[in-house]
């Protein structure tokens, strides 16, 4: 079992930048796929970004593109989600997510997740 524990998030304004982390309780060398999600009130739960165990990015949604980026420190067991031009639309709970069983999919869909963080709120304001 692997816990995930994200941190970083905070209240900024547009055009601000956060970076997120995500820290993994044990090696993350055997998960298949590693992603980032963020859900807003009142919609669905959403992929940003996921990246495959040599990490190389699988997945980017169109919205962040150019915006965000998706790293990994194997050494620290950490991923992290470089968020930049932050707009209010950006405004969500963000989790970084681990799948053991399924090799990342384009787009990344949350089901095929295992492990999820608890979630790190971002508040981006006018």
Request: charged share 20%.
């Given at each position: ?60 949604a169109d919205s962040v593109k150019g915006r965000f980026t998706m790293s990994r ?26 799948s053991w069983r399924f090799y990342c999919t384009a787009p990344a869909r949350a ?8 979630g790190t709120q971002v508040t981006v304001s006018t």
């Open positions: 079992q692997v816990d995930l524990v994200e941190s970083g998030g905070g209240s900024v304004q547009a055009g601000g930048s956060l970076r997120l982390a995500c820290a993994a309780s044990r090696d993350t060398i055997s998960l298949k796929c590693m992603g980032w999600f963020r859900q807003a009130p009142g919609k669905e739960r959403e992929a940003v970004v996921s990246m495959y165990p040599g990490a190389s990015i699988s997945y980017i420190d194997n050494a620290r067991k950490t991923l992290y989600l470089q968020m930049n031009d932050l707009d209010p639309e950006d405004s969500a709970v963000y989790y970084c997510a681990a089901e095929k997740f295992d492990l999820w963080g608890q």
